[in-house]
């Protein structure tokens, strides 16, 4: 008897929970700007206290949260994105392309300053994206721009029909992701409930299925490339990794760390154990050729990708381009403003140009230390050094939007950390930076990006540090 009356107490409370997330998805979806700060706070709150208690309870039963998690998703379908302009953008190089111009060469206010209109809707796509976005060359890798091509091929008259294809292709890529990480969990002997943290999360479902953020598509090659990489099958891990390069710059960040998985690996070593030394040296130079081709693969792949785009001005304006990342962009950021309000006491202006040209080279040594010092010899290990080497990278950032803490998502699903599903709910405070974009005064609240990076840094401090302790002194 009590377990009837337990099983039909889950059932009303599942139920509750389902038809809650679907009414507040809807709102969220078509009844949201993102400058009603009090109304995006609470519908995000419940529908992550919806979506934890979801996973809890079905645990056990991953075909209903599929169900939930791509029946959510179909909720955006028809929306227009209310949190981000920047498929604007998207729509606009896709059309350029069609017409045969190279976005890495021509930014939209060059077109607009002159009253030429070289693409469809060309104003309203314009006034749409801002003129921030376009006095800029296009900053997004080929793969990305393939998809807005697409895009633009199937719906060249309509900016709905455009956004419509471009949802169905990210819905399309978490598919893949969680097809490629249920079975690289199963590999890990993890279980497969954990990676409804990524497919359920509200913050994966608003931000890259509703406001068309292609992070969903990097992370389903990165992914993707980690299964093939755990089977063994490193050349054509090689090959995917270089697609979600070309959707999205970040995973070269983690190249370098695939050195011991290559150099040290175990299950070459395994495979020959006669005590030669002919035999070790073999090893160890098949091991070095394989590291070799991996990097080659990966790199030349990527620059195959970018051919069809190539002009003599090509690389000049996409490093300049992305360069302003270190040089221009400040936006929820937690170290570099702590430095900058450092600099400010005895310098006073422009701190991005003193502070910005270090970072990379900062993360860049970060990542090297882990490289070397850190063992990375199974895929576990692998994925929890691109994980703080990522988290490195965003600490220390000088614009740090809220699609980017996806990637650090889908990582944490394959470890023990939990500070990026926490940072995936308080990340939504970072939308309080639009409190003021009516005022004179457009400057983000710095004591709402102090809470969130507290929070943060706290799980982070906790997990890293004390939990570890805890664990060694047992």
């Known amino acids: 008897m009590r377990l009837n009356l337990g099983f039909h107490h889950n059932y009303k409370t599942s139920f509750v929970l389902v038809l809650a997330s679907a009414l507040f998805y809807f709102a969220f979806a078509y009844h949201m700007m993102r400058t009603e700060y009090v109304k995006l706070i609470v519908l995000y709150s419940v529908l992550f206290f919806s979506f934890y208690r979801l996973v809890a309870l079905f645990k056990n039963h991953t075909k209903i949260l599929t169900y939930l998690a791509f029946g959510f998703r179909a909720i955006f379908i028809l929306a227009i994105p209310n949190l981000s302009q920047d498929f604007y953008r998207f729509i606009w190089d896709g059309r350029m392309i069609l017409e045969g111009f190279n976005p890495y060469v021509h930014t939209v206010l060059s077109f607009i300053e002159k009253g030429e209109f070289p693409v ?20 997004y890798p080929p793969v990305n721009q393939w998809c807005f091509v697409l895009a633009a091929t199937l719906a060249n008259k309509s900016i709905m029909g455009s956004v419509m294809v471009m949802r169905l292709l990210i819905i399309g890529a978490d598919f893949g992701t969680l097809h490629f990480g249920k079975k690289l969990l199963d590999k890990l002997q993890r279980p497969n409930h954990v990676m409804f943290w990524y497919m359920l999360n509200p913050f994966i479902i608003i931000e890259l299925t509703g406001n068309l953020h292609f992070e969903g598509l990097m992370i389903f090659f990165l992914v993707w490339s980690m299964y093939l990489l755990h089977r063994g099958k490193w050349a054509w891990a090689a090959v995917i990794l270089a697609l979600s390069i070309s959707v999205k710059l970040i995973p070269l960040i983690f190249l370098p760390l695939f050195f011991q998985w290559f150099v040290f690996s175990k299950n070459d070593i395994d495979l020959s154990k006669q005590a030669h030394h002919d035999k070790t040296w073999n090893t160890t130079a098949l091991n070095w050729t394989k590291l070799v081709s991996f990097y080659a693969i990966v790199i030349l792949t990527t620059l195959l990708l970018f051919v069809p785009f190539y002009s003599t001005h090509l690389i000049t304006t996409y490093l300049d381009t992305v360069a302003l990342w270190f040089s221009d962009f ?37 990542t090297l230390i882990l490289t070397f010092f850190r063992r990375n010899l199974t895929l576990v290990q692998l994925i929890t050094s691109m994980l703080f080497v990522l988290s490195f990278y965003y600490f220390t950032s000088t614009t740090v939007h809220p699609w980017y803490i996806a990637s650090l998502l889908i990582l944490s699903v394959f470890t023990s950390y939990k500070f990026p599903l926490v940072w995936s709910f308080v990340i939504i405070l970072s939308y309080l930076a639009y409190l003021n974009s009516n005022s004179d005064d457009k400057s983000e609240n710095l004591w709402v990006i102090g809470l969130e990076y507290l929070i943060v840094y706290s799980v982070f401090i906790w997990e890293i540090f004390i939990k570890k302790a805890s664990r060694l002194e047992a």
């Open 120 to 139: 469809f809707q060309a104003q309203e796509l314009f006034a749409g994206m801002g003129r921030l976005n376009a006095s800029h060359f296009s900053n």
């Open 330 to 366: 400040e936006f929820n950021a937690s170290l570099y403003y702590i430095a900058r309000a450092i600099g400010y006491t005895f310098r006073g202006y422009n701190e991005i140009a003193v502070i910005g040209p270090f970072i990379p080279f900062v993360v860049l040594t970060f």
